[in-house]
């Protein structure tokens, strides 16, 4: 198994609460990707990483920041968490030269009540 | 924008039955292509790859061929395990090496193999 580890693995916490979840890897990859899974709609990507600081949004960025202050650690921050935001999270990694072969962290439920 | 359609599920068999798992896709230029596969209470591992037209990949039994005519990547095993049950992802990436790899996912198709 790949290096990946997610924290918590559930969480519970109201609406309007601020909420971040930690990524973090020991395999040295250096692209990290958030994403959420959510009934009919797959997975869809949140925000990814490049490298150390450099990130960008993807598909379903809105409500969402991260951070990437070094190469193991991915943070996803919900600023302010709402019901819609009630998810499954899955963090993946890559390397440059097979990107599309990514590796996939056991997943956070959580749920914004 | 890419999208991915894959059949409905869940889908139901019988051990030693022949699956098929449609997935279609829609895609500006020339994507690879990708089936992924979620075990219960776990993340999704990749399955097979292929990265260009009429390519097949395989892995554990499993078959996709890549047909660009179609724009089908369609999965299939010619016996199934109570062990294959699972929910399998088809997903495409239109970005090369070197660059981190957006993933486009279908909705995901639930197999249950009974015996």
Known sequence: DAGITQSPRHKVTETGTPVTLRCHQTENHRYMYWYRQDPGHGLRLIHYSYGVKDTDKGEVSDGYSVSRSKTEDFLLTLESATSSQTSVYFCAISEPRTPYEQYFGPGTRLTVT | GNS???MEGPVTLSE?????INCTYTATG?????????YPGEGLQLLLKATKADDKGSNKGFEATYRKETTSFHLEKGSVQVSDSAVYFCALSDG??????KLTFGTGTRLQVTL
């Open chain 2, 4 to 6: 991915v359609t894959q």
């Open chain 2, 16 to 20: 030693e039955a022949f699956l098929t």
């Open chain 2, 30 to 38: 020339y994507p690879s292509l990708f089936w992924y596969v979620q």
């Open chain 2, 96 to 101: 090369g090496t070197g660059t981190a790899s």
